[in-house]
């Protein structure tokens, strides 16, 4: 069974970095999108970052260079590396994923269980 195993986050000041990773465990036959979205309490979850198999990355807007995404689709691995963090950036961090498993026909969304990062003024 696919999962999508987290790891980082936590309490920084503001102004500091933090790194998340996530890692897509289980036999996979084909990996489009990985990323990272996260939500705020009261709010909407949204896109942080994420790359597709062919390379292209997205940032959401708040990002404004701060956040960069790494991994690919071949070693399944995503690592968020995020600098100059504000209070605003605090929240609950899911790693996202659009694959296929093994033996699957169709692409399925996974979610992992979430890390929270919680940024102090």
């Known amino acids: 069974q696919v999962q999508l195993v987290e790891s980082g986050g936590g309490l920084v000041q503001a102004g500091g970095s933090l790194g998340l990773s996530c890692a897509a465990s289980?036999?996979?036959?084909?990996?489009?999108?990985m990323g990272w979205y996260r939500q705020a309490p009261g709010k909407q979850r949204e896109l942080v970052a994420q790359f597709t198999r062919l390379g292209i990355t997205e940032y959401g807007d708040f990002v404004k260079g701060r956040f960069t995404i790494s991994g690919d689709h071949v070693t399944k691995t995503a690592y968020l590396q995020m600098n100059g963090l504000k209070p605003e950036d605090t929240a609950v961090y899911y790693c996202?994923?659009?694959?296929?498993?093994?033996?699957?026909?169709?692409?399925?969304?996974?979610w992992g269980q979430g890390t929270q990062v919680t940024v102090s003024s």
């Open positions: 996202n994923s659009v694959l296929t498993p093994l033996g699957s026909e169709n692409p399925r969304v996974y």
């Open positions: 289980g036999s996979v036959f084909r990996l489009d999108t």
